[in-house]
Every structure is written in C-alpha cells, then in structure tokens.
Nanobody, 123 residues
C-alpha cells in the first residue's frame, strides 16, 4: 500500500483543515488506518485511528471532540477533519496503515506510512 497525505497548510487558531490520505492498492478496505503527528523536536504522537469498516474510531485525548477521522473505501481515502485548531496542533501529520483488526495507538504496529503533510497553526 502506498499512501499520499495532503491538505495541510497555515491556519489561524480556531480554524479548520481537512487532511486527506489517498491509498493505492486493492486491499485498502482491509487495513486499519491511523493518523499520527510529529512536532519539531518531539516524538511521533498518535492522533486517531479507524477500523477497516469505518464503524470504530479511536482518538488521542488531546484531539477528542475537535478532530474526526473517517474513510471512504470506494475512494481508497481516509480523512482527518481538524477543527478548533490550537498552536500546539502544529506538526507534520502522517497517515499510516496497519495490517490488522485492532485499533492501535502504537506507531510500531503500522506497516505503511505516507510522506506527511505540514499543519501550522498561528496564534
């Protein structure tokens, strides 16, 4: 699976962005998909994950209620709607695919990674 993230940019605090991750391959709908982020000088951080069917989701406490993960298996795409953005949300956001059924926040359990898209939130 090859992943291509997009949708990042510069936004003011309180604003919104919709990140997209397009996947190649016919087996997209068998993967758990996740979003992670990494700020400069920081470790990679789990943001959200979604089951292959889209019926189950899992969020980091820091984004719960502000971010929404979704997927469209017909389009081989997973989305991250980010609302009420804060300066501390500034990071490179990565999408990832895990060949399993469990929603996991652990980056080491993801098998495929996109190249990342930069989100910058100004105060």
């Amino acid at each position: 699976v090859q992943l291509q993230a997009s949708g990042g940019g510069l936004v003011q605090a309180g604003g919104s962005l919709r990140l997209s991750c397009a996947a190649s391959g016919r087996t997209f709908n068998t993967y758990v998909m996740g979003w992670f982020r990494q700020a400069p000088g920081e470790e990679r951080e789990f943001v959200a994950a979604i089951s292959w069917s889209g019926r189950s989701t899992y969020y980091a406490d820091s984004v719960k209620g502000r971010f929404t993960i979704s997927r469209d298996n017909a389009k081989n795409t997973v989305y991250l709607q980010t609302n009420s953005l804060k300066p501390e949300d500034t990071a490179v956001y990565y999408c990832a695919a895990a060949d399993g059924v469990r929603l996991t926040p652990h980056w080491a359990e993801y098998d495929y990674w996109g190249q990342g898209t930069l989100v910058t939130v100004s105060s």
